[in-house]
């Protein structure tokens, strides 16, 4: 089993930046890919940013160049840099982590609210 804990997000004024951090524990030998998901009222979850183990990273367009996915391994986190945001990016942010046999695990979720 692996929990993921969320801190971060908040209020935001268009322009401004946040970050998300999120802490693994438990089994974290088993994890593999980790990333951020965000969902919106009324719209379905969507992927935002992955890093692999190694490092190797993936966005999803509209918040590429303003959104920066990182990873410290030694200590089980992940991390979201929002810069430049969006009342688009307005949504409830999910940490998840991809444990052996590609099962998922999500964190409880944390708002993030950028105001125009």
């Known amino acids: 089993q692996v929990q993921l804990v969320e801190s971060g997000g908040g209020l935001v004024q268009a322009g401004g930046s946040l970050r998300l951090s999120c802490a693994a524990s438990?089994?974290?030998?088993?994890?593999?890919?980790m990333g951020w998901h965000r969902q919106a009222p009324g719209k379905q979850r969507e992927l935002v940013a992955t890093?692999?183990?190694?490092?190797?990273?993936n966005y999803r367009d509209s918040v590429k160049d303003r959104f920066t996915i990182s990873r410290d391994n030694a200590k089980n986190t992940v991390r979201l840099q929002m810069n430049n945001l969006k009342s688009e990016d307005t949504a409830v942010y999910y940490c998840?982590?991809?444990?052996?046999?590609?099962?998922?695990?999500w964190g409880q979720g944390t708002q993030v609210t950028v105001s125009s």
């Open positions: 998840h982590a991809l444990g052996s046999g590609f099962r998922n695990y």
């Open positions: 438990g089994s974290t030998f088993s994890i593999s890919r």
């Open positions: 890093i692999s183990s190694g490092g190797t990273t």
